[in-house]
T-cell receptor, first 113, second 115 residues
């Protein structure tokens, strides 16, 4: 069964550093998403991406965040200057046209120290 | 505003017993509804989804859910729980249009299974 692949599975970074979280969506999917889950809290929507542009973003997704699809296979989330409160599990997801559902990756646990 | 409420933070059932996890949503239009399961340290796996049609939907691992518009509910059920079902369960509503929509999750219900 096709999978959404996220790397790395765990990343530790110092406050103020830039991080890039990487995702390889399912190959024929067109819609891409990032979500995050702070430990013990609910899963929160960050951003959706379609046709090489952001479709929607949440209040969390401020100027410190950006997304990019640099080639035909990768989808990245960049945090420019990490804060302690950015520590969370970040999930990538992708969906096909008219699929009525999308697939999540296993997540990247980001720890900011 | 759209929201999802899962009233039970924890539920403990005995192996072999039946299970019902509650979910209530608030959404102006006909909702897309989902249940996801998350095992410790793992990602989110889709159990089932409702978009339209039959209000009783079947999912993987023997789970089913029933959409009740009058009660704004989408409760998850399983007739006989297995120890491997112990996990966190999230109800979600899809907000958006066409094939692009965001998911709004509830806070989750942690299921514990007694041997």
């Amino acid at each position: 069964e096709p999978e959404v692949t996220q790397t790395p599975s765990h990343q530790v970074t110092q406050m103020g550093q830039e991080v890039i979280l990487r995702c390889v969506p399912i190959s024929n999917h067109l819609y891409f998403y990032w979500y995050r889950q702070i430990l013990g809290q609910k899963v929160e929507f960050l951003v959706s991406f379609y046709n090489n542009e952001i479709s929607e973003k949440s209040e969390i997704f401020d100027d410190q965040f950006s997304v990019e699809r640099p080639d035909g296979s990768n989808f990245t989330l960049k945090i420019r200057s990490t804060k302690l409160e950015d520590s969370a599990m970040y999930f990538c997801a992708s969906g096909a046209q008219d699929s009525y559902g999308y697939t999540f990756g296993s997540g990247t646990r980001l720890t900011v120290v | 505003a759209q929201s999802v409420t899962q009233p039970d933070i924890h539920i403990t059932v005995s192996e072999g017993a039946s299970l019902e996890l509650r979910c209530n949503y608030s959404y102006g239009a006909t909702p897309y509804l989902f249940w996801y399961v998350q095992s410790p340290g793992q990602g989110l796996q889709l159990l089932l989804k409702y978009f339209s049609g039959d209000t009783l939907v079947q999912g993987i691992k023997g789970f089913e859910a029933e959409f009740k518009r009058s009660q704004s509910s989408f409760n998850l059920r399983k007739p006989s729980v297995h120890w491997s079902d112990a996990a966190e369960y999230f109800c979600a509503v899809g907000a958006g249009k066409d094939s692009s929509y965001k998911l709004i999750f509830g806070s989750g219900t942690r299921l514990l299974v007694r041997p």
